[in-house]
């Protein structure tokens, strides 16, 4: 993964990444609340010879009481020393569940030991510290004594006493929330890694490069409006999603470039990726640049394109096959541009043996000869077998995948059906793209659609440059149009005068 591939992680899981990190925070915050503050009070003592003479006496007595007061600091949490001070403050413990609220430290090189006592009360901590300092000094005392009698060689002073502590020692809030923050966000990190390795859903450009070499012939937003309203005449002129299927119909130029493809079958690899409303908008934006179109509904088990269209679906495609009527008279103009469409017809008990039959290439070659281009909208490739078999009799196929819906092994096994049968995989298209975000794909001159004036085709906000920029753009579109249409106009058959 290269810096671009975090980045797009982290754009793509902030939400749950911020999510993770305050519930650490949170979680620090909760475990200071409900912690039971402790207080921490201390003591020092200075531990020193009582020998007298030379400097090399002096200097050889310091270094034996250096070496003493690391062995002070272990008799410290013996119970020689804290039964007694039990005893005397009356509490209601053991030495060894005292030694653990008692700690004992010592500075390297110095004769100075450090007792620490801890306890809920801040005047119990300090009678505890006081009382092991006073309990340790008899101890030793006791045991540097010298069997022939006399006075021990060591004397230990408290030279600082124990005093209540203001403030507790524990719960530090500062350091559990910076502690919480710390631990979420690595958390929130590590789950949205996880996230990326195990989540296989194609959510944009980047999973499909990952799949597939295949072109990437265009990108359409998700827009909550289409699903009312899924045509490309009715959304404005100007609109993200319009300009997303124009851009459709320039690269699939592109991609036919030979002109060889004047055939093309729209499928996906399951149902609900958006394959029927990207058939009927791409047949709609050819015809819109002066091709003459044909619309084919060859989807015999959920024909939409007669509801989308609002036409006849009783008579069509399978009444041609059967050869119940010429295709000719079935044949329905929709529009004022030069489209007609072959809606479905009656569905019939055999989809597959009749769209694999010679009857319906004969019918794609009459097309072909009629029109300057016939888009097909074919069944989902991974459920039935018709998309597969259809592909054979068409120049090319455009494979609609729906972001969010299709995982990568469905494109995987969806490429290698079309492979198995050498249809000409023409490009893939995303649909239902997040409008904004890291796996947008749409770019528009506008920064919203109250921008754009859907009836008389100006700005409401820009002026002069903004009416400009939009004039240059169509003047653009209408130069890619005649330079080179999409499919090779037929000069045998215009259908539209």
Known sequence: MDLSDYLRVLRRNWVLMLAVTLAGLLAGGAAALLTKPTYTADTEIFVATQTAGSVQELQQGNTFTQARVQSYAKV???????????????????????????EAKTDVNTVLLNISASDNSPVQAAAIAQSIANSLVQVVDGLEKPRTGGPSPVSLSIIKPAKAPSSPSEPNTRMDLLLGLVVGLVLGTVAAVLRTIFDTRIRGEAEVRAVTEAPLLGGISFDQGAVRKPLLTQAPSQSPRAESFRQLRTNLQFANVSGHAKTVLVTSSLPGEGKSTSAANLAIAMAQAGSSVCLVDADLRRPMISEYLGLERNAGLTTALVGAADVSDLLQGWGDDDLFVLTSGQIPPNPSELLGSQEMQQLIVQLETSFDAVIIDAPPLLPVTDAAV??????????????????????????????????????IVLN?????????YTYTYYSNHEQVDATSGSSRRGGGANRSMQDNASATLAQEDEAAEVFPLSSTHRRRQ
């Open 76 to 102: 410290v949490e013996s119970p020689v020393v804290l039964q007694p001070v039990i005893d005397s403050l009356g509490l209601d413990i053991n030495a060894e569940q005292l030694a653990r609220r008692v």
């Open 390 to 427: 259809l592909s054979q009799f068409v120049g090319g196929v455009i494979l609609v995948v729906g972001s969010q819906k299709l995982r990568k092994k469905d494109i995987e096994k969806s490429i290698a059906a079309l492979q198995m049968v050498d249809a000409n995989l023409l490009g």
């Open 432 to 440: 239902r793209l997040p409008a904004k975000g890291p796996e947008a």
